[in-house]
């Protein structure tokens, strides 16, 4: 096996369903709306990486989603591309993310571990391109990870080594500004070192919405469906927010 074929990259995602995703932009999108802005994102980014030579894996929830997970790769051709998992039934995104860890350390055999990483994304961030993941991986070895810090406290994205113990993911407060503090902590409690790369953003609420719409002429080319979205809901600015809140 080559290196490449060492690395692997998670996208931890919700499989859009009304009402269960992204939450926090309803009251700008209503619950429809969400779903599909939710969607388009998720559409955009399996098809963005699925040309990186690596090892890929959707890890998806809900766990009865499966069906219609495999339906929707083979519908945009990428059944090929992505191995499809879903996520462990825990409450804890960091018992999900050690379930996912070992899953893919399971694919390669222990003593080629060494030259090995994974990458673990979520569906937000649109700032995130092949090349910074590709870089990410290069930057990484078994005594170092690498961070892209989120500016609300979180990360967008995280590479560790292929050996990492799965007690990197436990005792994180997640969803708060300390997470990527903590994150630090417990990769450093396992005698691993994090190089931290750019902030970067990600959509969580109507305010981060408004940020990439405005940025919209620099994401169009890697995030086409996500950005032809917004322009069915954003061009009516306070108009079209009104009639999804009152």
Not at 84 to 106: C, K, M, S, T
Not at 171 to 181: F, G, L, M, N
């Amino acid at each position: 096996m080559t290196d490449q074929q060492h690395r692997h990259l998670v996208l931890v995602a919700r499989f859009p369903s009304p009402g269960t995703c992204k939450t926090r932009l309803i009251p700008r999108l209503g619950e429809e709306g969400a779903c599909a802005f939710s969607l388009a994102a998720l559409t955009d980014m399996l098809h963005l990486f699925a040309t990186i030579p690596v090892h890929k894996t959707l890890l998806y929830t809900p766990i009865t989603a499966g069906p219609a997970v495999a339906s929707f790769l083979e519908t945009e051709s990428l059944q090929s591309s992505w191995e499809i998992q879903p996520q462990v039934p825990a409450a804890d995104l960091g018992r999900r993310l050690r379930a996912a860890l070992e899953h893919v350390q399971g694919l390669t055999p222990n003593n080629e571990w060494s030259s090995g990483s994974v990458t673990f994304v979520g569906m937000d961030c649109f700032d995130l391109c092949s090349s910074r993941i590709q870089q990410s991986m290069s930057l990484v070895f078994p005594t170092q990870a690498h961070m892209l810090p989120a500016r609300d406290g979180g990360y967008v994205l995280l590479t560790v080594p292929l050996g990492s113990n799965g007690t990197v993911f436990d005792r994180i407060a997640w969803s708060c500004d300390r997470t990527a503090s903590l994150q630090i902590i417990r990769l450093a409690e396992a005698g691993v070192s994090c190089l931290l790369g750019e902030m970067l953003d990600d959509v969580d609420n109507p305010e981060d919405l408004e940020r990439l719409w405005k940025a919209r002429k620099h994401k169009l080319n890697q995030y086409p469906r996500t950005i032809k979205y917004l322009e069915t809901v954003m061009k009516c600015g306070t108009e079209k927010h009104g009639s999804h809140t009152s």
